[in-house]
Every structure is written in structure tokens, then in C-alpha cells.
């Protein structure tokens, strides 16, 4: 994919400020690119604000990305993006206990908690697309009727099967891996339209997943009067795999590879690289970078680097008037210019966390109250284990496939479902494997040489993680508010959250550990899993302690619905409020289901899209 | 001397057998000149550097799907298939060597001269007396071997190859029975680099893209543009022809496709950013480094032995992947080229003891003797 040479040049602050654009775009994650490139193509003149540096538009700022997470000894999922003062963002490093009545202040986010969150995203271009993992399931039927058909969480003011058509540009725009017959499945009601099928071929199980899969088979639960058969499935992923050649009628697919200036021979196919999160070293996975590289083959769309939004201005009418904008010099200097930005509509793009952030810091609560409330982020639960034999753990992408039968049934009145990933990256995330287990067998078992690699392999080859990607349902107390008194050095306020996952979910993951549990038995894995009350994600649940991590899929923010009263924005992510304003991306979700959120923010891209062009 | 050369089966066998042999030829002289840069420098070399020689992978594949479309037989284990270098190769009135060697300038004038053939001045020109000239490949005609053919080009033998495709599929259809069958094919599912340009080949139009692939991102072939034939630096899908590719080193500026008027740069004129090279950031290999180079260094001999096994080995599996078992290419090869790789930098990384300043290199010289190759890896 060539990224055209100067589009980055082709606009300047001065110049900026002498036009008033078709449509101003905050943000150039997934949501912002789709769009970009959808209006751009119609013709549309288009402003890309981005806070982030242009780095990872080349491959040589790409590379520097690598260089970086490849040289640390830290590797947390943010690891390879530089820090920049001017553009905070949160890292794991960041996450702790949280003492009731004292905020967290010492990462970007201020945590009021209860719950320490570790959750993170990514502020350059490109967004935290280049740092997610890309499991790209689509969203089941009935997360869109939670309220009618479990009496819990709300229902979406569409219909899941509305969304069809953008399910499938969204599919086909982020490349995704898959096979219709082995993702369709009755009992979860997911069913795709007749004569369907993905760009490319799935990508293959890895050894891990069928040994798992072998020793699950036969192996059936039963919850509150339902029997699910327990089964290992690939899942959907927006990384190269084989193109499908019998794709949209015989067209076939040309999967896009690396984004550069110049041809690149590089990311045609997944390699098997393990360390999708935080960053595809060959660009097989996709990331909004490609998008926008198709979007600025438009003359028209333009992008800012280095320019933060700071206020969105409103006239007397409710109409966005402009939008300031902070240009900082270098990422090591507070130093910015200002400039107002002007455009018929305004996009916000720049995540659930940061569009309400930047809402109440421009004083636009709704008059519901509700922008900012409602957050949601999938509630991680990991139980690990020691196979009885060599798996061959650390190969392939992070996940390859997972238990995924629990998606849906009857047990939603009463608890959470989840989707179990099957992790290819062995403890990794648990407890910091490899480097846990050199740490251990060198000082603890006191081995050296040829006997410690042998202990190493033997070890690290047989590690198994499940995650459970637990469904959290919206509560209006878990939020994203501003406080005058926690700003950035730029002087924009910082988010502050206040946040736990609610009941429902725990009840969830405390089934996801029985069943944990369960699935070791049958493989005869020695069970590992231990939860330190120390730790920052500690939660007691019923005299249980469990650990709950983040999964950085913000949404509920600015929460869809039916009509003003009760919602932020309308079906098409439009404000309800204030009519040239739109607010799209995770913030728009009413639920987030069991479903890996980037999809859907891509499908919602699609239709604000279309709706946007009949206003412009 | 006739123009065309081929007119019966054998003869083409025998020009696509060549064809084969000198796609792979090209290989380890890339693969040794992308090797000895030196790890995080010359990044656009590099990539400049790995895009063709994957390229070069994808013409060998082409070349073994015409082939077995016809009904040949791949044979890359052949005593004669990998050259022994310098080789020679036609072009024009003399002929060039290509050698092994550092990433340098005299190199990338090697390639240059491999990707940009020159044509014959006329048409009867194609062939040349063999007195004149030692074509690497022996070109010898099936039924009287004492009779060589000897082309002016790369590119005139690949249009005689083409020539006799059209000529024999015409006969056949004549005749009644097909020159053309669907066997053994590779296609895009198992190969997925080089532009995602695999043909699998069944008849006449798929055997002439396939010739037309390997030419094209080769020689980004003459364009008519009213009136003349003008060189374009792009293919017809619109990327830059191997050649151009590596001109963008020697001249330190990368060639826009579409430049400022939205036009494809002119030959010889880049307009595009600059690309630095570093010629010192490069491991100073002995050119053309041979066996017996090592005689009084029995480790260097061994390691440079075994990566002359491992390649040989590497060759047996892809030729079964070329003779129907094309999933080893998933499989069993792309790991085997990392293996290579590994064994390849072992040699280029040692200095050569008793020679100050240069290192030593891999040989590529085959085993003559019967080897066994270790098991396929793969349940």
C-alpha cells in the first residue's frame, strides 16, 4: 500500500485556518480513517486532526517503533510508542491498587477506581490499531436485545442485522481471516448473508488449539437448564492470511501488505510473529495506517500531526462554531500554537475515554447527563496451567482460536458470557513468561547451560493461558469525568475515571474459573493460576479473590439510543444535541456483548459515513 | 540461423529447463548481496534488495508451472542446475559474469546488466553463432547435442520461448491433442509474495502471462508512446521494474511512479526522496569464495559443507513442491529458508583467516556425491 508522497504536507496551520472543510475528522485510529477515506472518495474536502508525531506512515518511523519495543527490556503493550508529554497516554505501568476516598494521579489517567483499571490505548497516527491484537467477531443478535431478551443491559435502537452490509465493508476494508462455515453457528444465532464469504481463508489453529481441542471434546456444561458442547473454534482476525479466491463472486482478494512511500514487499501473509500486541513487526495485521494511506490518494483529505483538540466550540444555536486545536513544536516542549478549526460536520474519533474527555472539557454535557457515563471495557479473567506434554507454545499470532460455545444462552438473565481465548504466548500476560520462568529456573533451581535451556523449552512449550473476555453491561456510576485540577502539560484536562465491573460480571468470571478449572481437568494440566490480593486488579467476589484485567475495548460513553432523553447520539452516531456534531467509535455502543469491539467501530464507521455524506 | 528456434516439444523442454535454471541463477547472488549489509543499516537496500530476489523466487515458480503445463518435469537437482559462478550470461555481443558478492556498486552493475537485457538490433539477430560466446546455460539442441544455441539475451530467449508457445499450440490444435494440461501447478494459495503475481497455467493465455510476468517486472519492457518505444520505468500493473529498482541505489533517489504531473518518473531521472546508501555498512565477503578456500580451516570447510548440504536439500524439497506436493512450500520451506539464512550469515560473519579484510562467504558449490536429506519436519 503506497502512501502517497507529501500528503502529510499538504496543509499547515496558516492554511488551516483559511478554510472551511466539508467534514473535521478528530483522530486517525480505524473510526477516523474509515471515514476520511469514505468521504474522500466521494469528493468531500476532509481535515484529519491528529495529536500523535506522522511516525508509522513510513517504514522507516515504523521501524523506529520496532527498534524500540525490540531494545526494551519492559514490554508492556504500549511499549514500542514513545513517550510524549505533550500527547499522554496510559500505560500498564501506570495501574495500581487504588486506596478508597485517594484518586490515582500519578499515570494520564486519574482513577478514582474502586477497581485499578490497566486499561491503555494508543494517541498516533494510526491510533491503537497499530497496538491491537485484531480478533474481529461480529457482535450476536441478541447483545443488541439485551433488555428484551434477558431483562438486563439495554437494547441497541438498531437491529443487529441492520448492520449487515457494513459488517461486510468493515470485513473487507480491515482484511479479515475467516470461513462463514466455521463461524456460522444456530445456537449463537450468527448467520451471514447467503452466497457470503470472508477476504481470506481463516488463519490456522495453532498446535496449541487442538491439543486443547482434542481434550475438550464430548466435554458438555450445563447452565441454569441449557447444555453447551465445549469446542475449540479459530477466530476471526483482521491479519493476511490465504486469499479466498471464490471472494465476491470470483474477484478474489490482494491482501495489503506494509504502508511506505515506496513499494513494500513486505506483510503479504501473517509470518507468525507472537507479538501482535503491541506491533506487527512485518504490518500482516491490519492497521488503520493502510486506510489512511487510501484515503490521502484524495487530494482533498488533509491531515494535521502534532495538533491535540482541545475545545470543541459551540455557537448560540447548539452548532459546533469550530474547534481549538494546540500544535505543539516537539513532543519534548509544552510549547503550542493555537488555531481554530472550521468545518460543516465534525467527527470525533479519538476513542470512548478521550471523546468524552474532550466533551465535558469544552463544558458539553448532555443535558441527560449522560456523556461520559455508561463506561464499559471487557472484563479479563486469566486461569493458566502446565499441559502434560509439548504444545509448542510461542508460536503463531497471540491467539489463534478459543472457546467461544458460551457466547450466548439463557444464563445471560443471571450472568456475564464470555469468549475464552486460547493464548499462544504461553503465561505471558499472567505473570510475565518468558522472562517469569528464566527468572525462576536460574534463581531458583539454580540450573546453567545446556540443562537450562532444556528446562526452559520444557517449561515454556507447555504453558497454557486461557483469557476470558468476560461481556460488562453499561452502569451509569462507571464514567469518565474532567476535573479542572488534573491537566496535562498541555493544559487539557485529563480523563477521570471512576469505574468496577459490575456484579453481573463478576458472577460471569467466577464461572469462567470454574470452567477453567473444568477444561484443565480433561487435559490433565497441572493448574497454576493464583491470584495475589496485592495486586492492583484484586476483587473478592462471594469469598473469592479474582484478578481482573482490562481489555482496552472502551465503549458506552456516548451511548446510542432511540431519542435524546435517554441517549447522546442517534443510530448514525450523530449528537442528538448538537446536529454537525458526530461521535463515533466505541463510545456509540449501548453493549459490548462478547465481541472484540473494533469491528463493530468500524461497521458504525460505514453507516455515519453514508449518513454524513447526505448532509455534506 | 532460424528466428525461431523452437518447433517441437523437446526443444521447448529444453529452452524451459534453461529458463528455470536461470531464474534460480540470480538467487544467490541477491540473497548473498542482501546478507552481507550489515543488520539495521542500508534499510531501503535492504528492502530494495529483498523485493526482487522474491520476485526472482516468483519468476522461478512461473517457470516451473509453464513447464509442467507442457508436460515437463522440474528437475532442480540436476548435476548442471546451480551455475557454478561466475557465471556467464548472453548480453548482447559479449558476455557478462555474475559473481557472488558484497552488496557493492560493482554488484548491483551485475544486476543491473542480469534486469535490463538489451534487445537484438533485428529480429534475424536472436540467435548467435556459438563460436562467439559461453552461455552458462548449454543450450543444446535434443536431437544433435553437438549443436549449442546461444541467444543475444535474457529477454530474446524469453521471446523465443514465447514464440514457440504460440507456434506448437498451434500445431497441436491442428493435430488434435493439446499442447497444454492442468499438472502440478503452484498457485497464489502457496505463494504469496512477489506482488501476489503466481499464474497457474493451463493454456496458451496463461503461459504467455506468465512469460510476459517474468519479463515485465525483469525489464519493465519498451512501451509504444506515439510513435518510438520508450523505456517506462513501470510494469504493466504500474510498479517499478527490477532494474529501476536497483538504479534508484546507484543514483541515491527513489523513482516516483506517479510524479508531480502524474506521470511515471523518466528513465535516468528520479524525482523522488533520497535514498542514502552506505557502502561501508557491508560484511567485505571474498567474491566468488570457493571450497577450496577453507582447505586449511576445517571448521570454516565444515560450516561452508553443510550450508552446500543444506541448500542442496532445500532444492530436493522444493523440487517436490514443483512436482505435485506444493503444500511444502507452507510447510516444510519458507522454515528451511530461514534456516538458510541462519547458515548463510555463520559464513559472513567470519573474517577470513589468512586473508586481512575480507570474509568468508557461502559457496554454493552442490554435492556430487549421494547425500541424504534429513526427514521433512512436519507430521
Keep these: ?616 | 540461423m532460424p528466428n525461431n528456434p523452437i518447433t517441437t516439444i523437446p526443444e521447448l523442454h529444453e529452452h524451459l529447463k534453461v529458463a528455470m535454471q536461470l531464474e534460480h541463477a540470480t538467487i544467490p547472488p541477491y540473497l548473498l548481496a542482501l546478507y552481507t549489509i550489515r543488520p539495521d543499516t542500508n534499510l531501503e537496500a535492504t528492502r530494495i534488495l529483498r523485493t526482487v530476489v522474491v520476485e526472482e523466487m516468483l519468476h522461478l515458480t512461473l517457470a516451473a508451472n509453464i513447464f509442467n503445463a507442457v508436460g515437463g518435469t522440474p528437475d532442480l537437482i540436476a548435476p548442471d542446475f546451480v551455475p557454478k559462478y561466475p557465471a556467464h550470461l548472453p548480453d548482447g555481443e559479449t558476455d557478462f559474469k555474475v559473481s557472488l558478492r558484497p552488496f557493492s556498486c560493482a554488484a548491483l552493475d551485475t544486476f543491473l546488466d542480469i534486469e535490463r537485457p538489451r534487445k537484438a538490433p533485428t529480429p534475424d539477430k536472436r540467435m548467435i553463432h556459438k563460436g562467439a560466446r559461453r552461455f552458462a546455460f548449454s543450450l543444446q539442441h535434443p536431437d544433435d547435442p553437438k549443436h549449442e544455441l546461444a541467444y543475444y539475451s535474457i529477454g530474446e530467449f524469453y521471446e523465443a520461448i514465447a514464440d514457440g508457445l504460440r507456434y506448437l499450440n498451434n500445431e497441436h490444435c491442428k493435430g488434435g491433442s493439446p499442447l497444454f494440461r492442468d499438472k502440478n501447478q503452484v498457485g497464489p494459495k502457496y505463494y504469496y509474495s512477489g506482488g501476489a503475481h503466481l499464474i497457474e497455467v493451463n493454456d496458451l493465455k496463461t503461459a504467455l502471462k506468465a512469460i510476459d510476468t517474468i519479463i515485465q517486472q525483469g525489464e519493465g519492457f519498451d512501451r509504444e508512446d506515439g510513435g518510438g518505444f520508450i523505456r517506462s520505468i513501470v510494469t504493466d500493473d504500474g510498479e517499478l521494474s527490477h532494474d529501476f529498482r536497483f538504479e534508484q541505489l546507484k543514483l541515491g533517489r527513489y523513482y516516483l511512479t506517479k510524479n508531480a504531473e502524474g506521470k511515471p518518473d523518466k528513465p535516468g531521472h528520479p524525482t523522488g526522496p533520497e535514498l542514502k546508501v552506505d557502502w561501508d555498512a557491508v560484511y567485505p565477503t571474498k567474491v566468488n569464495a570457493k571450497l577450496t578456500d577453507y582447505t586449511d580451516y576445517p571448521e570454516l570447510h565444515a560450516a561452508a559443507v553443510a550450508f552446500n548440504r543444506e541448500y542442496f536439500c532445500f532444492l530436493r524439497l522444493l523440487n517436490s513442491a514443483y512436482n505435485g506436493q506444493p503444500n511444502l512450500l507452507l510447510t516444510d520451506l519458507v522454515p528451511k529458508m530461514f534456516a538458510l539464512r541462519n547458515l548463510m550469515l555463520q559464513l559472513i560473519h567470519v573474517p577470513m583467516p589468512g586473508m586481512t579484510g575480507f570474509n568468508a562467504a557461502p559457496t554454493f558449490e552442490m554435492p556430487s556425491e549421494e547425500i541424504t536429506c534429513p526427514e521433512k519436519v512436519t507430521q
Design chain 1, 1 to 616: 500500500m503506497i502512501f502517497p508522497i507529501g500528503a502529510m504536507q499538504r496543509t499547515n496551520s496558516e492554511k488551516v485556518g483559511t478554510e472551511t472543510y466539508d467534514a473535521v475528522i478528530v483522530g486517525s485510529g480505524i473510526a477516523g480513517a474509515i471515514i476520511a477515506n469514505e468521504l474522500g472518495r466521494s469528493g468531500k474536502r476532509v481535515l484529519v486532526l491528529e495529536a500523535g508525531e506522522g511516525t508509522g506512515s513510513t517504514l522507516n518511523g515504523y521501524h523506529e517503533y520496532l527498534t524500540r519495543y525490540f531494545a526494551t527490556a519492559y514490554k508492556d503493550n504500549q511499549s514500542p510508542y514513545p513517550t510524549n508529554p505533550d500527547v499522554p497516554m496510559p500505560r500498564s505501568s501506570d495501574a495500581r491498587k487504588i486506596t478508597p476516598g485517594i484518586p490515582l494521579t500519578s499515570g494520564y489517567l486519574v482513577q478514582n477506581g474502586p477497581f485499578g483499571t490497566d486499561t491503555t490505548y494508543t494517541r498516533v497516527f494510526a491510533g491503537t490499531s497499530l497496538h491491537w491484537e485484531a480478533k474481529t467477531p461480529r457482535m450476536l443478535p441478541s447483545d443488541f436485545r439485551m433488555q428484551d431478551d434477558f431483562g438486563v443491559g439495554v437494547n441497541w435502537p438498531i437491529a443487529h442485522s441492520s448492520l449487515n452490509d457494513y459488517y461486510e465493508k468493515a470485513e473487507h476494508e480491515l482484511g479479515v481471516s475467516s470461513d462463514v462455515s466455521v463461524q456460522q453457528d444456530p445456537k449463537l444465532d450468527l448467520r451471514f448473508r447467503t452466497g457470503y464469504d470472508f477476504p481470506m481463508h481463516s488463519i490456522p489453529l495453532s498446535y496449541l488449539d487442538k491439543v486443547v481441542d482434542r481434550g475438550i471434546r464430548g466435554t458438555s456444561v450445563e447452565l441454569f437448564g441449557e447444555t453447551f458442547d465445549l469446542s475449540v473454534r479459530s477466530f476471526p482476525q483482521a491479519r493476511n492470511g490465504v486469499p479466498n479466491p471464490a471472494y465476491e463472486n470470483g474477484k478474489g482478494f490482494a491482501p495489503v501488505g506494509a504502508v511506505d512511500t515506496v513499494q513494500s514487499e513486505m506483510g503479504g501473509r501473517c509470518q507468525g510473529n507472537n507479538n501482535c500486541v503491541p506491533i506487527c513487526p512485518i504490518q500482516a495485521k491490519y492497521h488503520a495506517g493502510k486506510t489512511l494511506a487510501k484515503a490521502l490518494q484524495n487530494p482533498d483529505v488533509h491531515i494535521l500531526t502534532q495538533s491535540v483538540a482541545s475545545k470543541i466550540v459551540m455557537d448560540e444555536n447548539g452548532r459546533v462554531r469550530h474547534i481549538e486545536v494546540k500544535r505543539y513544536h516537539r513532543p519534548s516542549s509544552p510549547e503550542f500554537s493555537s488555531l481554530n478549526v472550521t468545518g460543516k460536520v465534525y467527527v470525533l474519533c479519538t476513542n470512548a475515554i478521550e471523546n468524552a474527555r474532550l466533551m465535558l472539557a469544552s463544558g458539553l454535557q448532555s443535558r441527560n447527563g449522560l456523556v461520559g457515563r455508561n463506561l464499559m471495557d471487557h472484563a479479563y479473567l486469566l486461569s493458566w496451567a502446565l499441559m502434560p506434554q509439548d504444545c509448542g507454545t510461542m508460536r503463531g499470532t497471540n491467539c489463534t482460536g478459543g472457546i467461544v460455545n458460551l457466547r450466548n444462552g439463557r444464563f445471560r438473565t443471571h450472568q456475564a458470557a464470555f469468549a475464552a481465548d486460547i493464548h499462544n504466548d504461553g503465561w505471558g500476560w499472567a505473570v510475565g513468561s518468558p522472562l517469569y520462568d528464566l527468572r525462576l529456573v536460574v534463581d531458583q533451581q539454580n540450573l546453567f547451560g545446556p540443562e537450562l535451556r532444556k528446562e526452559l523449552v520444557r517449561r515454556i512449550n507447555r504453558q497454557l493461558l486461557l483469557a476470558f473476555m468476560i461481556d460488562v453491561l453499561p452502569d451509569e456510576n462507571n464514567r469518565v469525568s474532567v476535573d479542572p485540577r488534573y491537566l496535562d502539560d498541555l493544559g487539557n484536562m485529563r480523563p477521570v475515571i471512576s469505574y468496577t465491573p459490575p456484579e453481573y460480571t463478576m458472577r460471569g468470571a467466577a464461572y469462567a474459573r470454574q470452567l477453567a478449572r473444568l477444561v484443565f481437568q480433561r487435559l490433565g494440566a497441572a493448574d497454576y493460576t493464583a491470584y495475589d490480593p496485592a495486586d492492583y486488579g484484586y476483587i473478592t467476589y462471594e469469598d473469592e479473590g479474582y484478578i481482573i484485567r482490562g481489555g482496552n475495548h472502551l465503549a458506552g460513553t456516548h451511548i446510542m439510543g432511540p431519542s435524546a432523553d435517554r441517549s447522546v447520539v442517534d443510530e448514525n452516531q450523530r449528537s442528538w444535541e448538537h446536529e454537525n456534531l458526530y461521535l463515533a467509535g466505541g463510545g456509540s455502543m449501548p453493549t459490548i456483548g462478547t465481541s472484540n469491539i473494533s469491528l463493530t467501530i468500524a461497521t458504525l464507521s460505514y453507516k455515519s459515513a453514508e449518513a454524513i455524506l447526505r448532509v455534506i
